[in-house]
């Protein structure tokens, strides 16, 4: 039985223990559950110290370095321990232990079953065992569950502390609560459950929580309180909405019952947290460390007018703009690097927001002027059959692609560049035309201008030059193993780019590995090869 789990480095492990004696087997059912019991789900844990813990044997060097999430180290174990027990199947009389069901414990404890499942995800170790009638259960020992006590005492007196809260008593917090905001107009919704939480003697979240059902079953009888505190994510959600559509912060105070600081307050991390979850990439050049950058750079206003030109923007027209493209998201992802959710302020959120929108307004200009060039490649591939309309909106999206990924440090033609991606991108969508790329000929070139014909042919004779330097780079940066994963992966032959790759799992059964073990040692050297290959080369192999 193969047991599937998230984590691809403990699945290999795992999986490698299928056919150990029932001995062994014994042994790493032990070691799970004591490594359960002391894996902390917050902290990361390195590989070899899991794989030493579970075998007593140090792992492959290939693997060293490599950490878990305790969270899924627990969930993994968990599932194992779970999926191998219920394959053995242990009779419980066999035991010469007490061995509890959840509900069993549960009576024991005095608790629920939510709480044992609950005390499961806190390290609470359990096995299928078969009982009496004759059916798979989960149970758990009795010595199990004494270190499990040991261990969680506190936790334990909590849970047993815990008591259901009746509908009278319900009612008795919510009147408690009225008196209380009548009481004290100026206090939040969080000082005045705090109040409660004193005198009633539960926790602040049962009360929160009686609270929040007692509005919702009665939307029309809301409860008073000057301010109700904290936001929950749904109301944020909506006031950052209508923030950034054009209301004002007084207003928004005014019709979600709130001070104007909390609103100030939830829309800055609102907006902090957008700022901080966009890709912000730029080709970076060493003129932006000028300290005269912004002044050189930025100085006149943004014009966006394409000149009247055969083959769309002039040179220098077209460095310009790139360069400022460039050095917009340059100045936003620094002035991103200086913001937390917590302390950023609405000044410079505006700012990145503003340096944002016009290196968007620079991009859109870029594709929409040389849209003609995606007008005229998409032209030759009509033949195939693909409709012209699509054609155009493939080429638009690879025309978009080509405007972040391009180096206008290299002096190149930006329809140079354009011209091979989306070249490429047809020859990878469309079978028929998947070697166009590499025949290029002048025919091809017919309905380009004479600047982008010439640039083109240049730029395919780099493009060559980068397909034979390929294989000697791979040669020298990688090692045997991962060298013949990335060439038969990818196809290569002496540097040239075949038609049909191996999958992973065709190289895995070459190597007697897993296909998951296949994809660890690929993403491996293409780490190594990012660092080594240029831009070009690695858009060659991994394109």
């Known amino acids: 039985m193969k047991i599937q789990l998230s984590n691809l480095l403990l699945r290999e492990f795992f999986d490698q223990l299928r056919f150990v004696s029932k001995e062994q087997e014994h042994k790493v059912l032990q070691a799970v559950e004591s490594l359960i019991m002391v894996i902390d789900p917050d902290r990361e844990y390195p590989y070899e110290f899991i794989a030493f813990r579970l075998s007593g044997v140090r792992p492959r060097t290939d693997d060293f370095g490599q950490t878990i999430p305790g969270r899924q180290i627990l969930d993994d174990l968990r599932i194992w321990l779970t999926m191998k027990t219920a394959s053995i199947a242990i009779p419980v009389q066999q035991q010469s232990e007490i061995i509890y069901t959840i509900q069993q414990l549960a009576e024991q404890c005095s608790v629920s079953t939510k709480t044992i499942r609950r005390w499961q995800q806190r390290g609470l170790v359990g096995r299928v065992y078969v009982f009496a009638d004759g059916k798979k259960r989960l149970g758990f020992s009795a010595s199990m ?3 499990f006590q040991a261990v969680n005492a ?3 007196k909590q849970a047993k502390d815990f008591r259901l809260m009746s509908s009278t008593e319900k009612k008795g917090i919510v009147e408690a609560f009225r008196v209380l ?4 107009p100026d206090k939040t919704r969080n000082q005045l459950i705090a109040q409660l939480v004193y005198q009633t003697g539960r926790a602040r ?3 929160r929580y009686v609270l929040q059902d007692y509005e919702k079953r009665h939307p029309k009888d809301q409860l008073p309180a000057a301010s109700r505190g904290r936001f929950d994510s749904k109301e944020m959600a909506q006031i950052y909405k209508l923030y950034r559509q054009g209301q004002k912060i007084s207003e928004l105070a005014a019709r979600f019952n709130r001070t104007r600081v909390a609103i100030h307050r939830g829309i800055t991390r609102c907006w902090a947290a957008e ?5 912000i990439s730029y080709i970076p050049s060493l003129e932006f460390e000028s300290v005269q950058a912004e002044q050189t750079i930025l100085g006149q206003p943004l014009a966006l007018a394409a000149e009247p030109h055969k083959g769309g923007l002039v040179r220098p027209r077209e460095q310009q703009l790139f360069c400022r493209y460039n050095y917009l998201k340059y100045l936003a992802e620094s002035l991103r690097g200086r913001i937390t959710p917590d302390n950023a302020s609405l000044q410079i959120l505006k700012k990145i927001d503003k340096l944002l929108d016009e290196a968007e307004q620079i991009r859109r200009f870029l594709v929409e002027v040389n849209m003609p060039l995606v007008a ?3 032209g030759k591939h009509l033949a195939t059959g693909a409709a012209m309309s699509e054609l155009v909106s493939e080429g638009a999206v690879s025309m978009m692609r080509a405007v972040d990924k391009f180096d206008y440090t290299r002096g190149y033609r930006f329809s140079t560049y354009a011209s091979w991606v989306i070249a490429k991108d047809f020859a990878r969508k469309i079978p028929a035309e998947s070697a166009r790329l590499d025949r290029i000929t002048g025919s091809d070139l017919s309905e380009f201008s004479d600047d982008a014909r010439s640039e083109l042919l240049a730029d395919a004779g780099v493009l060559e030059k980068a397909s034979q330097d390929l294989r000697q780079v791979i ?10 994963v990335v060439m038969n992966h990818f196809a290569i032959d002496s540097g040239v780019i075949r038609k049909k790759p191996k999958t992973l799992k065709q190289i895995g059964d070459e190597l007697g590995l897993t296909k998951e073990r296949i994809r660890q040692i690929e993403l491996q050297a293409l780490q190594k090869l990012r660092h080594s290959l240029s831009p070009e080369q690695f858009e060659l192999l991994t394109g």
């Open 376 to 378: 005229g490649i998409a």
């Open 181 to 184: 905001a009548e009481q004290n």
């Open 205 to 207: 979240e049962t009360i």
């Open 275 to 279: 700022i901080l979850s966009r890709k």
């Open 475 to 484: 040669d020298n940066t990688l090692d045997e193993r991962e060298r013949y």
């Open 154 to 156: 506190q936790l334990i």
């Open 145 to 147: 569950v004494e270190q």
